[in-house]
């Protein structure tokens, strides 16, 4: 027992260490809890820094609908315009059928598929939604999982860091 008076040199030997309340305990874990995330990220960051490998999710595709190819030419250039993308494509026109305001609609469509970072999708929603003629555009994006390593090399040197 004479280590545990050690450890608490200023309480006698027969009280022992006083433990930790559950307030403290309760503090450690948040702690832990909310640095996961940022540890996480930190870490796959280092180990795809030192193997060169990629890294699910860093990069995403944003679908972006739009009435005619004028507007979508124009969002193109505006999104290219503010570095939110490395590469938009403005695929031909599509039919639609959806729901609006109760009521089935019919449509042509062009689709824009915007290549960027995922870090950098909030920025590119708030963006379209403030230039876009439609009261809610079409802005969905999905991350990339994986790809040639060289393509999203390059997507990563054409978009700028937050």
Request: glycine letters at 4%; proline letters at 7%.
């Amino acid at each position: 027992m004479e280590w545990l008076s050690q450890r608490c040199p200023l309480l006698p030997a027969a009280q022992g260490c006083p433990r930790p309340g559950r307030g403290t305990l309760l503090l450690v874990v948040t702690l832990s809890l909310l640095m996961y995330p940022v540890l996480r990220s930190l870490v796959l960051q280092l180990h795809s820094a030192v193997t060169g490998s990629y890294i699910s999710g860093t990069h995403s595709i944003a679908f972006i609908n739009c009435l005619n190819e004028q507007i979508a030419k124009d969002i193109a250039r505006a999104i290219m315009d503010k570095k939110l993308a490395a590469y938009v494509n403005i695929l031909p026109k599509s039919s639609a059928l959806y729901f609006w305001k109760g009521e089935l609609e019919e449509s042509t469509e062009i689709l824009l598929l915007v290549k960027t970072r995922t870090s950098k999708i909030g920025e590119l929603s708030d963006y379209v939604r403030s230039i876009h003629p439609f009261e809610i555009p079409e802005i969905i994006s999905l991350p990339v999982d994986q790809g040639n390593p060289l393509y999203l090399k390059w997507i990563e040197e054409s978009v700028p860091r937050d």
